[in-house]
């Protein structure tokens, strides 16, 4: 089904099928498993289970830095499961974030009264923002300085490694509208969307979608804001490993904005980038200079699709234009956005035969190993 969907996309089709076939370890080297202790083998399922997404880009890491982001990761998502629990009453969750520290020194420790969750309304966006995403780039990027794998500058600019961050989790609280309804979280900042409508929920009443888009660009707008931050910390990084990891989450985000961008989808259902594009996005992100000419392109896309009427427009078309200037390279564009129709067409058609070949090689290999069973 996937290849299905790349169809009108060879480059992505092309990507895919080198993925399928062994790709995936140039971009995310396997970890070796049998060398791993006991106990970081058990972070490392814990890990797989939390978070696929996360967990490629954290075992792509180089050495041990791989197994203290594996670590931080774990300890920050269990901090994050207690405080986002709405039926832990604040008299019992506050002692227990205070002292969360000395758990992990309690093997035993558990946590189990926690019930359906109520619903949970966010007040104060900006705040929730830092706290849950900000101080995971600030935290990660002290790591990062510490091992010298990269400069101290890294670490000590707080600013740009908390734009990190929050670039990421606005993008998936825009992108998570309709599941956090059903799930009874709001996470869309109120001082946004109470411009539009009197309770979050309304946007997604068809009466109401040409203003649940206009709040949905708004908030996008918002989350481009973190953008000339985004590009100025990549630039910084030295470390390959540490690069990709990075960089690949920051690439899937503007992505996800631009499919997001005046989509009235995001009220309807479930959107998200095409696996042969997020592939395409995992290889591509190698280097810097491939990065910018990435946010160039979803920056563009997202230019052409501003709606004159939109109340955000002229803050969205400046943001744009202030990325613009950040010395992004149009050769790279180029290459990226225009392909020889001749080249596509083989392309396509050599993945085509490779996969067909492929496949029949599996299934005759198949009925000869059950042939010889019998």
């Known amino acids: 089904m996937e290849f299905v969907k790349c169809l009108g996309h060879p480059e ?42 996360f967990a490629a880009v954290i075992q792509g890491l180089d050495g041990e830095m791989r197994h203290a982001v594996c670590i931080f990761y774990l300890v920050l998502r269990a ?20 002292n969360f520290h000395s758990y992990l020194y309690e093997p035993d420790w558990r946590f189990m009264e926690s019930k359906e969750k109520d619903r949970q309304v966010l007040e104060d966006f900006p705040t ?31 600013k740009l490694a ?19 309804q059903r799930e009874g979280r709001e996470f869309w900042p109120q001082e ?16 109401n979608i040409d203003l649940a888009v206009q709040c949905l660009n708004e908030l996008i707008t918002n989350a481009l804001h973190h953008m000339p931050d985004v590009i100025t910390y990549l630039s910084r990084l030295k470390n390959q490993s540490i690069f990709k990891f990075c960089a690949i989450p920051q690439v899937m985000a ?12 995001v009220f309807k259902g479930v959107v998200k980038i095409r696996k042969g594009q997020a592939v395409t996005l995992m290889m591509d992100a190698t280097n810097m200079s491939a990065v910018k000419a990435i946010i160039y392109q979803y920056m563009e896309e997202i230019y052409q699709r501003i709606p004159n009427s939109d ?3 002229s803050r969205t078309r400046q943001i744009i234009s202030t990325v613009r200037t950040q010395n992004l ?15 596509l067409s083989f392309a396509m058609l050599l993945a085509a035969l490779s996969w067909q070949y492929l496949s029949t090689l599996s299934q005759v290999t198949e009925d000869y190993v059950q042939t010889g069973e019998h």
């Open 12 to 53: 992505e089709f092309y990507n895919l099928l080198r993925f399928q076939m062994g790709g995936s370890r140039k971009v995310m080297p396997k970890m070796d498993q049998d060398s791993l202790s006991n106990s970081l083998k058990t972070c490392y399922k814990y890990l797989n289970q939390t978070s696929r997404s």
């Open 192 to 207: 946004v969307w109470s411009k539009y409508v009197k309770k979050l929920g309304d946007f997604a009443k068809p009466e």
């Open 254 to 265: 503007i992505a996800t904005l631009a499919a997001c961008y005046n989509n009235q989808q």
């Open 79 to 98: 901090l994050d499961t207690v405080e986002d629990d709405m039926t832990i009453s604040i008299e019992k969750k506050i002692p227990m974030l205070h």
């Open 329 to 343: 390279p149009n050769c790279q564009l180029i290459s990226r956005s225009h392909y020889s129709p001749i080249y």
């Open 128 to 158: 929730y923002c830092h706290y849950v995403a900000g101080l995971v780039g600030i935290g990660l990027s002290r790591l990062f300085s510490a091992s010298q794998l990269e400069d101290p500058e890294v670490g000590e600019d707080t």
């Open 162 to 180: 908390n734009s990190m961050g929050l670039f990421l989790q606005k993008t998936n609280i825009i992108r998570d509208y309709l599941e956090d």
């Open 311 to 313: 109340p955000s427009s």
